[in-house]
């Protein structure tokens, strides 16, 4: 018997439908949403604001199209891109302590799987728990390579998968991974050094931008607030 294809899967192209699926999958078990449930909101949610501009707005026939389409990619980028930033942001500030501690695990003679084990066990947050599915697959029925392989979907940031692919490659083939692991912890603190000085650099540009649209008005209008005072009295 033929399966009956779902809603979303009878208007949309199967690419455009496993792009925005492994976006989706990169929430990790915070995902709080699925594909079809996105996909059909965007689609629904546009379809409802292209209506009732139509309808209710003057020159609706000119701004639906266009408004319809803004709000369209304001839902992807809502929903989507710009929580995975943060997501790839909030990992990246996480990792250099959990690989540290799983790092420290490995040296101590623990394999990687007890490693992994270990550096959950004391450590909570986001890419802990990510871990953690991970030994719940294992527990599961699956190889520790199957499971980092899986897990590096769930992930958004490049630099934390490719300490997983190191990982795994030494799972596999059985090498020492602890000398690569101190050169990933080097290249994570130079990362975050470099993050700091960036967020350090833009602070000249933001004051700038907050002292002409605050602090500028207010001098003009207090230098030109008694001549404006002295012409409306006169």
Same mark, same amino acid.
């Given at each position: 018997m033929k399966e009956k294809k779902s809603f979303i899967n009878r208007i949309y192209r199967a690419k455009d439908i496993e792009k925005i699926n492994a976006k989706i999958n990169q929430f990790g078990v915070s995902k709080k949403f699925t594909t079809e449930y996105f996909m059909n909101f965007r689609l629904y949610s546009s %379809? !409802?604001?292209?209506?009732?501009?139509?309808?209710?707005?003057?020159? $609706? /026939?000119? =701004?639906?199209?266009i408004i319809t389409v803004l709000w369209y990619l304001l839902v992807g980028y809502t929903m989507i891109e710009r929580p995975l930033r943060k997501r790839e942001k909030k990992l990246d500030n996480e990792a250099y302590y959990y690989f540290e501690v799983l790092t420290l695990a490995l040296e101590? $003679?623990?394999? =990687?799987?007890?490693?992994? @084990? %270990? /550096?959950? @066990?004391?450590?909570?947050?986001e890419i802990s728990s990510e871990f953690k599915e991970t030994l719940k697959q294992v527990n599961f029925g699956k190889s520790?390579?199957?499971s980092l392989s899986l897990m590096s979907l769930r992930i958004p940031s490049i630099t934390i998968n490719?300490?997983?692919l190191n990982m795994e490659q030494s799972n596999l083939f059985g090498n020492s991974i602890i000398e690569t692991m101190y050169n990933q912890l080097?290249?994570? @603190?130079? @990362?975050?050094? %470099?993050?700091?000085k960036a967020q350090i650099n833009k602070i000249p540009n933001k004051i700038s931008i907050f002292s002409v649209l605050f602090f500028i008005p207010?001098? =003009? =209008?207090?230098?030109? $607030?008694?001549? !404006?005072i002295d012409f409306v009295i006169g």
């Amino acid at each position: 018997m033929k399966e009956k294809k779902s809603f979303i899967n009878r208007i949309y192209r199967a690419k455009d439908i496993e792009k925005i699926n492994a976006k989706i999958n990169q929430f990790g078990v915070s995902k709080k949403f699925t594909t079809e449930y996105f996909m059909n909101f965007r689609l629904y949610s546009s %379809m !409802l604001v292209f209506v009732l501009l139509f309808i209710f707005a003057d020159y $609706g /026939a000119l =701004l639906a199209p266009i408004i319809t389409v803004l709000w369209y990619l304001l839902v992807g980028y809502t929903m989507i891109e710009r929580p995975l930033r943060k997501r790839e942001k909030k990992l990246d500030n996480e990792a250099y302590y959990y690989f540290e501690v799983l790092t420290l695990a490995l040296e101590s $003679g623990r394999n =990687l799987e007890n490693a992994i @084990k %270990m /550096a959950c @066990k004391y450590i909570d947050s986001e890419i802990s728990s990510e871990f953690k599915e991970t030994l719940k697959q294992v527990n599961f029925g699956k190889s520790l390579t199957e499971s980092l392989s899986l897990m590096s979907l769930r992930i958004p940031s490049i630099t934390i998968n490719n300490i997983i692919l190191n990982m795994e490659q030494s799972n596999l083939f059985g090498n020492s991974i602890i000398e690569t692991m101190y050169n990933q912890l080097d290249f994570l @603190k130079d @990362k975050q050094i %470099m993050d700091i000085k960036a967020q350090i650099n833009k602070i000249p540009n933001k004051i700038s931008i907050f002292s002409v649209l605050f602090f500028i008005p207010l001098i =003009l =209008l207090i230098i030109l $607030g008694p001549v !404006l005072i002295d012409f409306v009295i006169g």
